[in-house]
């Protein structure tokens, strides 16, 4: 419970401080919003009075104050692209459709990298290891908008498997959908499988030179018994604090990736926002962003202390 | 005594850097055509003994540009790992070597850190600092000092308690003489390490960013920009893309399998 409570407080701390941030950051951009949303339309008493009314004339820690209440309540303003829109509309649509391709890639890395990496620490030091090792090299080697084009180029345009650039959103059609995500997580998965299996093959290997393989091995018990009932069990539980950072480099890989098959996605809306300046959107996405990952990191923390209660006495 | 196993990863990873640096600096003074070069002819040429990687939308020569490129990409990665690694060992000699509450203050912070891609931070960076090849250079440099600090960091601590740096204390060498004399000559191997992997990130963030259009401008020219601009034609002239594709995909080979060999080395 104390531990409970310490990472609790530890998450408040870090979201507060990270909202400040981001606010601060933006804010101190060079450049009047007021100037940006009005444009060509601006004349000194209507900026005056935008300023007023989107509250730019309070102090900087007022203005973080209401920000912040808004953010709570899922209210980032305005976007300056597209007059009259909330930032959060904007972002519901996109946040699903990153969702569904997170999810995707994340299951694939999982299914891939997970044998790959017990059979390299199992066959340690012969030619299959060798080749998983190099396999794992090349394919860390590729960045993930290169080998989505590859994909685009034989799956799309050579072999007709999937139309690019023709995204369905899933609220129109979640299996058309899931069926055009297909390859765009392959493309996020497969530059990011091979940190998994390094990860495992380590883990395996340092599991099985403790002392309680060896009595396991002392009572009489067969190499695949030992391996498979007690070095995977404790192998598997680093793993865990390690799908944070997986989570994290998927949500990096997807912005890229994104931009390349067209996936209307967070991503997207975020380099879009960036080329135009719309800063209430880059701000809330970047917020958005942040805050999944430190959220994920909270809950992988909170998960590994049930799997290992060796961390609470630490 | 067990016969020494070849280190093949060193190997290839020294012989696939060396084709890179060479094509880089040779690139810098001498390409096969100019690399602005037009010659509406040559449109989307498809690859020839003149043209090996073909040529583009424009009928400029693929290879004289991405030996152009090459040397902007590396530029960048070296200017990037350049500033993490003089700022990243004076921050984690002085953290490592004094502890106290600078220590802790930069450990938190790299924790937090740690915790996002270099390819996200280094957006949330362009964002407020608008795209362009020095702030792509200024945001990966500051990103990557706090993993450069911490290798350098642990190292100290791990060496500052051993006999010889005591005996040197004895002796009446000063702090900083311990620092870089006695103790950073034995680290050099994780902090090469280290950097390669630091370099790798630097390549992959740049050319993701130039891909984007916030990293390198034209006309200026990059792997990623190159990409960029070659996705349009993916269908008429695939070389386009996967010629730069490759580029990027043997700069990052070579230094990752350079720095995994010199993992393997250490760990003899």
């Known amino acids: 419970m104390k531990y409970m409570l310490k990472k609790i407080t530890t998450l408040i701390i870090t979201l507060l401080l990270v909202s400040v941030v981001t606010f601060v950051a933006f804010s ?110 090349v394919t860390m080697a590729i960045p993930a908008f290169f080998l989505g084009m590859v994909l685009t180029y034989f799956f799309g345009l050579t072999l007709k498997f999937f139309q690019p650039g023709k995204f369905v959103m899933p609220q129109e059609n979640l299996g058309a959908c899931i069926r055009y995500l297909i390859f765009p997580a392959v493309a996020i998965a497969i530059p990011k499988i091979a940190m998994v299996v390094k990860f495992l093959r380590n883990s395996v290997l340092s599991e099985v030179k403790k002392d ?42 997807s912005i890229v990736v994104e931009q390349v098959f067209s996936v209307t996605g967070m991503g997207r809306l975020l380099v879009t926002a960036i080329s135009n300046r719309d800063y209430p959107i880059v701000q809330a996405v970047v917020l958005y962003i942040t805050v999944i990952v430190i959220v994920i990191n909270f809950i992988v923390d909170i998960l590994y202390q049930f799997v290992d209660p060796r961390v609470r006495t630490e | 005594m067990k016969r020494k196993k070849w280190n093949y990863n060193l190997t290839i990873g020294l012989i696939l850097t060396t084709i890179v640096v060479l094509m880089a600096v040779v690139g810098h003074f001498w390409t096969p055509y100019g690399p602005t070069d037009m010659n ?28 152009n490129g090459m040397g902007t990409t590396c530029f960048v990665a070296l200017c990037t790992v350049g500033i993490g690694v003089v700022f990243g060992t004076i921050i984690g000699a002085i953290t490592g070597f004094f502890g106290g509450w600078l220590d802790e203050i930069v450990m938190r912070l790299n ?6 891609p270099s390819v996200l931070l280094a957006l949330i960076f362009i964002s ?20 450069f600090a911490r290798i350098v960091r642990s190292e100290i601590i791990r060496y500052k308690e051993l006999e010889f740096v005591k005996s040197a204390q004895v002796m009446g060498a000063g702090k900083l003489r311990i620092i870089f004399v006695h103790i950073l000559p034995n680290a050099l191997v994780s902090m090469l390490t280290s950097a390669t992997v630091g370099f790798n990130n630097a390549v992959l963030a740049e050319a993701s960013m130039s891909y984007l259009g916030l990293g390198v401008q034209p006309p200026e020219p990059s792997l990623g920009l190159m990409l960029s601009d070659a996705q349009a034609f993916l269908q008429i002239a695939p070389w386009y893309a996967i010629f730069p594709g490759l580029t990027i995909v043997i700069i990052i080979l070579g230094f990752s399998m350079i720095s995994e060999g010199l993992r393997v080395y250490q760990a003899r």
């Not at chain 1, 976007?79 to 890639?105: D, H, W």
């Not at chain 1, 009595?215 to 067969?222: D, F, I, L, V």
């Open chain 1, 28 to 137: 101190v951009i060079p450049g009047d919003p007021a100037l940006a949303k009005l444009g060509t339309y601006a004349t000194p008493e209507r900026v005056e009075a935008l300023r007023e009314e989107m509250g730019l004339n309070k102090s900087l820690p007022e203005r973080y104050i209401d920000w912040l209440q808004g953010a709570v309540h899922g209210d980032f303003g305005e976007s300056y692209q597209y007059a009259g829109v909330p930032v959060s509309e904007l972002i519901n649509q996109r946040l699903q459709v990153t969702a569904i391709l997170a999810v995707m890639s994340f299951i694939i890395i999982l299914v891939i990298a997970i044998p790959m990496g017990i059979v390299s620490a199992r066959k340690e030091g012969t030619w299959i290891d060798v080749f998983i090792n190099l396999f794992t090299q």
């Open chain 1, 212 to 253: 309680y393989v060896r009595t396991a091995y002392s009572k009489g018990n067969r190499t695949k018994k030992v391996l498979y009932i007690h070095v995977f069990q404790n192998a598997l539980i680093p793993v865990i604090t390690f799908i944070a950072m997986v989570a994290a480099e998927i949500l990096a890989g």
């Open chain 2, 40 to 67: 509406s002819m040559l449109k989307n040429a498809a690859p020839s003994l003149a043209h090996p990687f073909g040529n583009d939308n424009f009928g400029r020569d693929i290879l004289s540009r991405i030996m």
């Open chain 2, 111 to 116: 924790d937090a850190l740690s915790a996002f």
């Open chain 2, 128 to 147: 407020l600092l608008g795209p362009g090849r020095n702030n792509i250079i200024f945001a990966l440099g500051i990103l990557f000092i706090p993993s």
